[in-house]
């Protein structure tokens, strides 16, 4: 069994940044492909970013794309996601998750094996 446990959110203000990390155990982290989900209140869960198991290729959610920056560390087993310039519609809740079997693009929640309980960013005004 996986486990994931996202860290590093908190209340800011629009134009700030947050870094958030998702630390992996339980089995090897590179041989998964890592995601990062968001929830807005009201809304329902979207994809946000996604990076191959090398590292060498990322996904990005449009509205995020220039802002958002996701990485990943083998030595740590932590894959992270750099926000920079936030605006009040990031505010959500911020979920990683895990898929061992596919490659390429994929932004479906159901398409990953295993997710963290998430942290909260909230974005004031």
């Known amino acids: 069994q996986v486990h994931l446990v996202e860290s590093g959110g908190g209340l800011v203000q629009a134009g700030d940044s947050l870094r958030l990390s998702c630390a992996h155990s339980?089995?090897?982290?590179?041989?998964?492909?890592m995601g990062w989900f968001r929830q807005a209140p009201g809304k329902e869960r979207e994809f946000v970013a996604r990076i191959s198991r090398t590292g060498y290729t990322q996904y990005y959610l449009d509205s995020v794309r220039g802002r958002f920056a996701i990485s990943r560390d083998d030595a740590k087993d932590t894959v992270y996601l750099q926000m920079n310039n936030l605006k009040p519609e990031d505010t959500a809740v911020y979920y990683c998750?895990?898929?061992?079997?596919?490659?390429?693009?994929?932004?479906?929640?159901?398409?990953?094996?295993?997710w963290g309980p998430g942290t909260q960013v909230t974005v004031s005004s």
């Open positions: 339980g089995r090897t982290f590179s041989t998964y492909a």
């Open positions: 998750a895990a898929d061992g079997r596919r490659t390429g693009y994929w932004t479906r929640w159901s398409d990953y094996d295993y």
